[in-house]
């Protein structure tokens, strides 16, 4: 009997321990010697690791140099699959979701968001000479033309709300699985973010052209945010008061994100939101 509840007891420390983890905030733990663990997807020049699993894209040095302002300059990366960022945050996979994450309705009921580093749209990505005259959702509908996106991506919503029906939809794992399946003439036109359709006309040497973002709705264009629990809502403030210094002052900040391609012309204007982002998207 002493020995059963001598194990009881063990038992009842382990998962008290363990409760005690989970429920700390974010903010306590860093204090506590915990190392900051960002999350994204491999999505060139948005956010992806590097040979050596260093964080690298226009996003992660977005994050690190506001990170830098807060005086944290250590971490980890965590690679996942696009679809998995939101419940590996939410499984305490991850600390941070840095993998370019439109703010979304949707999104916003699972986890917060920061304020927005950046606006961005989408565009189609077509074969060379756009044979089909695809460059929106409507003209997708007209030709019957089979699309491929993103599982998980901003843009199986939009196509849905613009009347593409699911049967010309294909949904893949990511860039990857985007190009991948474009290539193997599985579809025949993606939508993606411009970055990521720039992306893939260059890595196939002009085989594929992006077409004009401007003829896609305006309801498209998106702002991004950094991605943290529901519950770290003090770090989350804190990182919002060091980014607005970044942006004030948005040199550093310009200086690193640009080689992946970010400029002025992404940066936020003040009436795009999180609020209004996750009232309206």
């Not at 690190?64 to 807060?70: F, Q």
């Not at 949707?106 to 060379?128: H, Q, T, Y």
Request: charged share 25%; net charge negative; aromatic share 8%.
């Amino acid at each position: 009997m002493r020995k059963l509840i001598k194990s009881i007891s063990v038992c009842l420390v382990i998962l008290f321990s363990i409760s005690s983890v989970n429920a700390a905030t974010l903010t306590d733990r860093l204090k506590d010697g915990h190392k900051l663990r960002l999350g994204f997807g491999t999505a060139v020049p948005w956010a992806y690791a590097g040979d050596n699993g260093e964080a690298l894209g226009f996003v992660n040095m977005i994050a690190l140099t506001v990170l830098e302002e807060m005086g944290i300059t250590e971490h980890e990366t965590k690679v996942f699959e696009w679809s998995g960022l939101i419940p590996g945050i939410n499984a305490d996979r991850s600390d941070m979701i840095t993998g370019g994450m439109y703010i979304l309705k949707s999104r916003c009921e699972n986890i917060n968001f920061s304020d927005p580093i950046g606006v961005f749209g989408d565009a189609m990505l077509v074969p060379k000479g756009n044979p089909k005259g695809i460059n929106n959702y409507a003209d997708v509908v007209r030709t019957g033309a089979k699309l491929v996106t993103g599982a998980g991506f901003n843009t199986v919503e939009a196509a849905k709300k613009f009347g593409v029906p699911d049967s010309q939809m294909l949904l893949v794992e990511g860039e990857v699985g985007i190009l991948a399946a474009m290539k193997a003439g599985r579809a025949d036109v993606a939508v993606q973010t411009f970055f990521g359709a720039k992306e893939h006309e260059e890595k196939t040497n002009g085989a594929f052209e992006v077409t004009d973002p401007k003829l896609m709705p305006k309801e498209t264009v998106n702002v991004v945010g950094i991605g943290f629990r529901k519950t770290d809502t003090e770090f989350r403030d804190n990182f919002n008061a060091a980014l607005a210094k970044v942006l004030s002052n948005p040199g550093k900040m310009l200086e690193r994100a640009g080689e992946y391609g970010y400029d002025k012309a992404q940066l936020p204007p003040a009436d795009m939101t999180t609020e209004w982002a996750c009232s309206t998207k």
